[in-house]
């Protein structure tokens, strides 16, 4: 009985594994934010591709990629940034991964949040990821309700598709808008400490000066916010401590734009209208800095 059921469970997972290398996964939605931050990951430590612009940061550099068509990022580009993450998490990957780009775009908005090591233990346990190298089913991309959703729908829901579709007016509901502006701005009137800002500019330092010893160029950017919080103590305090300790390491600075014009539905995260308008900055100013 043991015998037939391992039988039964190998060639049921040998049968999966060659479902999964001849379908269409084009595309990865993620059953929740943790799932999709794997995800995320997944797809640069194991699709073999390599890519000379790597982008790090929060979710508010996300939703860059999360809502757009490729074509609209610099061209061999990955957005290696994760919701309920920090600039901390993708630059381990990158560590761990002994991965060198051409250029390294550090997102500055959030310096605080520190690195979750359980999000990288999972991505990088002993176990699994030697397996995950060779067997695609046993990716979080691959698991089996993400196959049939990808099988039934196909291309038709990734970001990619929305290029053909126009930029819908901006709609938001104002009450929460208002309640989000609220927490936000409180927010970002406290200042951090000094001891804080001193840990994780220390922290951040010591692996930008790795990058910068294997030949990789450093670029810091800011994602516009609502207008409303743009320029409050926090987000200046952050932008001045940056640029303070990295311009003379010779790191590039994508400074933020002018906030107005840009609209967001939490305070914080860009629509997707406003997405492809900072994108057009972002791009200019690669132009223009010649980087």
């Keep these: 009985m043991i015998k037939y059921s391992l039988l039964t469970f190998l060639l049921l997972f040998i049968g999966y594994e060659i479902i999964v290398r001849s379908t269409d996964i084009y595309w990865t939605i993620g059953q929740n934010q943790w799932q999709s931050n794997i995800m995320r990951a997944n797809t640069l430590i194991y699709d073999g591709g390599r890519y000379d612009n790597i982008m790090v940061g929060s979710s508010i550099s996300s939703k860059l990629s999360a809502k757009i068509s490729r074509d609209s990022l610099p061209e061999s580009f990955y957005n290696l940034s994760f919701d309920g993450q920090s600039s901390f998490d993708g630059l381990r990957i990158l560590e761990n991964l002994n991965y060198k780009p051409k250029r390294l775009f550090i997102e500055m908005n959030i310096i605080s949040r520190e690195e ?134 010779g790191c590039k600075f994508i400074r933020i734009p002018d906030c107005g014009g840009y609209y967001t539905s939490d305070v914080t995260h860009l629509e997707r209208g406003s997405v492809y308008r900072y994108l057009r900055y972002f791009r200019n100013e690669l132009d223009r800095q010649h980087i």
């Design 116 to 249: 979750d090591k359980s999000f990288t233990g999972a991505l990088f346990s002993p176990v699994l990821f030697p397996a995950k190298k060779y067997l695609k089913s046993l990716r979080e991309n691959y698991q089996p309700v993400e196959v049939i959703a990808r099988m039934k729908n196909r291309r038709k829901m990734h970001p990619d598709s929305l290029a053909k579709e126009p930029v819908a007016k901006f709609v938001r509901d104002e009450s929460t808008f208002q309640h989000f502006l609220k927490v936000r701005a409180q927010d970002n009137k406290q200042l951090l400490t000094a001891e804080k800002v001193r840990t994780q500019i220390g922290r951040l330092k010591e692996i930008v000066s790795r990058f910068q010893q294997k030949g990789v160029q450093v670029i810091f950017f800011e994602v516009p916010v609502d207008p409303l919080v743009c320029d409050l103590p926090l987000p200046v305090q952050i932008r001045s401590a940056l640029e303070e300790k990295f311009e003379p390491m």
